[in-house]
């Protein structure tokens, strides 16, 4: 099941709750089990006292024989010993095995039999025999407290290991997770930001993201692509709207343009209708050939009008810098006359073609036009030239011999927004949008001006790759 950040969080919280919890209790748990341990050794080591004071009255007995005096004090230890050793039992024979309890016991047994007879003097067998048996006594016990001493520093080496080991197996546990989280938790970060740093550039990509994720990061990059997609639409009405906006600039220039033809149709109609009985067949037909060349003339430039202000969207198809170079000019070719501006191109009609789409990539070239028209009040020249480069895209020279763009101004010029026309004359929009287009075509523009000295601007296209056409 997928868990947000904020659970994982909480999560990793509890977990390391309930690990220091349980490790606190294993703790405690240990230490309980040695103090038992520790309580075992003193009881060994009171066993071992008893023996050695016992073994006091032995060398007593061996020597001067029984003393009435003392005689009750050496019952009380035997008696006393033979409690602790029954009531040791277990511990002892969890460390020696039972067999060497039942051993110990009996020797013990003998021993008290022996000591407590009550004999006046004992003969050299039985003393030999006391002797041997105190002795064993003696030296199983102080085995036992070795054995028992080094049980307790096994386990206290034990439980320090343990804890060194399980609070070192959790950290590594936390960080290998730590780090596991946090490389994905970058990685999709990454995306987003260079997806944002896209966007600037006019490319709006959305974000593909892990359906089986549901965290923070999933929800910032649903509101990404959802930004995205946004924008995306924005920029196609913004661009739809500069090209309805260029239509009414160039109104006049394109109704110049339909006039023309109609004038010429209605006046070479009139000469026929005039004439028609004194023209000859031929002559009637050339004019009526001349009336049908005009109406095509006007439909075309009809035509080139209702494509241009068509939105098609980002249609990208195969076409050429040619074909989008006349597609403008069928627009504005009057304007330029107008504006008194002398066109000079140098497009090789061999350029290899490129996807992109026709009539944004028109819009582009009317937002140079009227920018470079705009530079030169009084007139001036305009040169438009294109070749291909040796990586194999294109790149389209504009140039113009208008006043220029001053150096501070050069790095503002595509900023949406940016005019430096009077209010009323400019939006600031129209490099914007050449910048979004030209960038959705993975391309670059650039600009090379200075005061004074015209403007040239240069696009760099790539041509296209054998693919099918694509929205
Ligand atoms: P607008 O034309 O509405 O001002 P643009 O984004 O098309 O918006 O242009 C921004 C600014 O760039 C213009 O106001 C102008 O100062 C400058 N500019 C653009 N093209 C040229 C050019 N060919 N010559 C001189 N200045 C230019």
Do not use: W
């Not at 070239?365 to 294109?386: K, R, T, Y």
Request: with cysteine; hydrophobic share 40%.
């Amino acid at each position: 099941m997928p868990f947000t950040i904020r659970t994982k969080i909480i999560l990793g919280f509890m977990a390391s709750l309930i690990f220091v919890c349980v490790l606190s209790m294993a703790f405690g748990l240990n230490i309980v089990t040695l103090k038992n341990k520790m309580m075992v050794l003193d009881e060994f080591h009171g066993l071992l006292d008893n023996i050695l004071e016992i073994r006091r009255y032995e060398k007593n007995t061996i020597l001067y024989g029984y003393q009435e005096k003392t005689v009750e004090e050496l019952m009380d230890y035997l008696q006393r010993t033979k409690r602790d050793i029954s009531i040791l039992s277990q511990s002892i024979g969890t460390i020696e095995g039972v067999d060497q309890y039942n051993s110990f016991k009996k020797k013990f047994e003998t021993y008290r039999t022996l000591m407590g007879a009550g004999k006046k003097r004992l003969d050299s067998a039985e003393v030999a025999r006391i002797r041997t048996l105190g002795s064993d006594m003696v030296k199983f016990c102080e085995g036992l407290l070795v054995q028992k001493r080094e049980r307790i520093d096994r386990s206290l080496e034990n439980m320090v290991s343990f804890s060194i080991t399980a609070v070192l197996g959790f950290i590594l546990c936390v960080a290998i997770l730590f780090l596991f989280e946090a490389k994905s938790l970058i990685k999709r970060l990454k995306q987003v930001t260079l997806a944002t740093r896209s966007i600037p550039q006019g490319r709006f990509k959305t974000i593909m993201e892990d359906a089986s994720k549901h965290d923070e990061i999933s929800q910032l990059i649903a509101g990404f692509n959802q930004m995205v997609r946004e924008l995306d639409e924005k920029q196609e009405q913004l661009v739809q709207s500069r090209k309805l906006a260029s239509i009414g600039t160039f109104t006049s220039g394109i109704a110049h343009e339909i006039n023309n033809p109609l004038n010429n149709i209605s006046l070479t109609a009139d000469g026929l209708l005039d004439a028609f009985d004194d023209l000859s067949d031929t002559e009637a037909r050339e004019m009526i050939q001349d009336i049908l060349i005009q109406t095509s003339r006007a439909s075309n430039v009809v035509k080139n009008l209702l494509d241009f202000s068509r939105s098609d969207q980002t249609h990208m198809s195969r076409i050429t810098i040619p074909e989008v170079i006349s597609g403008t000019l069928g627009l504005i070719r009057n304007q330029l006359m107008v504006h008194k501006i002398r066109l000079t191109t140098d497009i090789p009609d061999n350029l290899p073609a490129i996807q992109g789409n026709l009539h944004n990539l028109e819009q582009v070239f009317i937002n140079l036009f009227s920018n470079a028209m705009a530079a030169m009040a009084d007139g001036g020249d305009i040169h438009v030239s294109a070749n291909v480069q040796d990586d194999g895209s294109i790149r389209i020279l504009f140039k113009d011999s208008g006043q220029g763009i001053s150096q501070e101004n050069l790095a503002q010029i595509f900023d949406p927004f940016f005019t430096t026309k009077a209010v009323g004359q400019g939006t600031g929009l129209g490099l914007s949008i050449v910048y979004g287009i030209i960038k959705k075509h993975s391309g670059s523009v650039a600009v090379e001006s200075g005061n004074g000295q015209g403007a040239c601007f240069i696009i760099t296209l790539p041509t296209a790759q054998d693919e099918p056409d694509a929205r």
